[in-house]
């Protein structure tokens, strides 16, 4: 249940701040005073699309509403409390806060303070909250909404039985796609076949498994250098050893450290240094020439390994950029050769669970299509009697049923509302004969058969009353009225009658202050309430007549809920 609004910058709504409470609601006021924004707003809140006309003064645009769910609309399992969890949104204390912001960056939006997307706000709000808009009854002029209106009537038992159809169907068509990936003439298998068993070989002689690119590489640096390491290793070793070579230098500079040290006792540790050098150069000689000598100088490898790198980049180029991809290639092809060899199984195989599927699918669309041959019955009787209380007397309606050429989402029955609202008239469309009397009352008998289906908390009908006046207009305010055992009803009206049944009234003016307008919305007192009801009775001259039969028609209004309540 809707317990607070608040709407701020809303084009003209400039701040409202409003409380609601069970029952029934009524909001009026003069054409023109802002009644459509506020249904706008609450269509925002709701997910609608959002446009620049509704921003005011460059201010971002914002609609918040607290909701209260009823224990049942809340507890474990329900389709809200799963939305919520799904969602991840918390729900400890017992409301639901929606907030949605709209500026020139764009739309904002967030649940129990957590931003979450336009659609998870959407999915949420159509568990909270549904808006008959003033112009829902043109949907009644296209033959496609009358299959939706028909299944809200059967309810939750076709909700499995659609589920089962979407699911086949979804399977079908990826057996569909298997077939037709193996709709291939025995030339083409044979083409296929011979090319996967090329190239499951090529990757196979490879051996990678066997391969460390990366050792092969240090290998091949290495082998490459070879000769330009010969060269300097052979001057290395000609440096320390040839003549006058660094070795020979060394060896006569120790011995005259010799003769020094043999004079002079203060130079032996550079004495002792001096061989010490000499001995190191010595081991730097020896080492050397294990250097050289194993250097391997090998043009044969050096192609072999080379072929082995051309082969690298050729598998690199047709199946993959490493050894990973280029095995995973493999591994492909080898099952779509198996799959090749055994086509013929395959497809009989993909054939059966064809016609499975057809078969599940055949039963599941005759059964839905059972489920809505019993309920058009159903609805037909009422429709008939919700419209005769609404002063259509001499109608006959019916649903017939054709079949579509193929089985679809929602199984195989096309439908059409068929009506004659005048003796000896011949039953046409409801899309083609329909007045816009009519098609509002029709519209209305489809939304008060649906809600008493519905586990929608709070009904919006914004001026539902088009082309009703008279004793129509009271059947219709009470037929609201009762709407309010299950629901939480708002309405937007200019009918005094739907008006005077309300629980509470608001109303809706546009003011002038300054240069600019605004609108404000306000919860009426009696002595306001009473005011309204004769405006909406006498229009703009207001007589104490008129002030008098809004009273009395306010007071028979009580008397009827007091009655009612008694009756239930």
Not at 21 to 27: A, K, L, N, R, T
Not at 306 to 320: C, H, P, S, V
Request: aromatic content about 4%.
């Amino acid at each position: 249940m809707l317990v607070e609004l608040r709407i701020q910058h809303f084009a003209l709504l400039e701040k409202i701040e409003l409380s609601f409470y069970p029952g029934e609601s009524v909001v009026t006021g003069e054409t023109g005073s802002g009644k459509s924004l506020f249904v706008d707003a609450l269509d925002f809140l709701r997910g609608a699309r959002s446009e620049r006309r509704i921003l005011h003064e460059a201010r971002p645009a914002i609609v918040e509403a607290v909701f209260i769910p009823a224990p049942e609309e809340i507890c474990e399992g329900s389709p809200l409390r799963e939305c919520l969890e799904v969602l991840d949104i918390p729900y400890e204390d017992g409301n639901i806060i929606v907030r949605r912001e709209f500026s020139a960056k764009g739309s904002k939006q967030r649940l129990n303070d957590i931003s979450v997307t336009l659609q998870s706000l959407r999915t949420v709000m159509a568990l909270l909250l549904d808006i008959h808009a003033q112009n829902a009854q043109n949907l009644l002029k296209s033959p496609s909404t009358y299959l939706p209106l028909l299944d809200a009537y059967v309810g939750k038992d076709a909700i499995p039985l659609k589920d089962c159809l979407k699911k086949d169907l979804a399977s079908r068509e990826k057996v569909a796609a298997k077939l037709q990936a193996l709709a291939l003439s025995p030339e083409e298998v044979l083409r296929e076949t011979d090319l996967l068993h090329y190239q499951i070989q090529e990757i196979e002689d490879a051996h990678l498994e066997d391969l460390n690119e990366e050792a092969l590489e240090q290998e091949y640096k290495s082998l490459v250098s070879a000769t330009e390491r010969m060269r300097m290793a052979a001057r290395l070793s000609e440096a320390l050893e040839g003549d006058r070579g660094l070795r020979d230098g060394l060896l006569r500079c120790a011995q005259a450290f010799d003769e020094l040290a043999g004079n002079d006792a203060s130079a032996s540790d550079m004495r002792d240094m001096m061989w010490q050098i000499e001995a190191e150069t010595d081991t730097l000689r020896s080492d050397l020439s294990r250097y050289r000598n194993g250097i391997v100088i090998d043009p044969m490898r050096i192609q072999e390994i080379d072929t082995i790198f051309q082969m690298l980049q050729n598998l690199r180029r047709k199946y993959g950029q490493n050894f990973s991809e280029i095995l995973a290639f493999r591994n492909t092809a080898e099952k779509r050769l198996a799959l090749l060899q055994g086509i013929e199984a395959e497809r009989e195989k993909l054939r059966q669970e064809d016609r499975s599927l057809e078969v599940s699918l055949e039963k599941n669309a005759a059964a839905l299509h059972d489920l809505r041959r019993n309920a058009a019955h159903k609805l037909e009787d009422r429709v008939k009697s919700e419209m005769l209380e609404m002063a259509i007397k001499s109608m006959s309606f019916s649903i017939p049923f054709t079949k579509t050429e193929s089985i679809g989402r929602n199984g195989y029955d096309r439908i059409d509302f068929r009506i004659s609202t005048n003796p000896g008239e011949p039953m046409q469309s409801l899309s083609e004969v329909a007045s816009g009397g009519e098609m509002s009352r029709f519209m209305l008998a489809m939304k008060i058969i649906a809600s008493e289906i519905s586990a929608m908390p709070t009904l919006i009908f914004d001026e539902i009353d088009t082309g009703i006046s008279g004793r129509t207009a009271q059947v219709v305010a009470e037929k609201i009225s009762r709407l309010t055992e299950h629901h939480q009803v708002i309405v937007i009206t200019h009918l005094p009658q739907i008006a005077a049944l309300a629980d509470t009234h608001y109303e809706v003016v546009k003011e002038t202050h300054g240069a600019s307008t605004i609108t404000v919305m306000r919860e009426l007192d009696e002595a306001g309430r009473a005011a309204e009801q004769a405006r909406l009775i006498g229009g703009v001259h207001i007589t104490e007549t008129t002030r008098s039969s809004a009273e009395e028609m306010i007071e028979q209004a009580k008397r009827w809920r007091m009655q009612r309540k008694g009756r239930s």
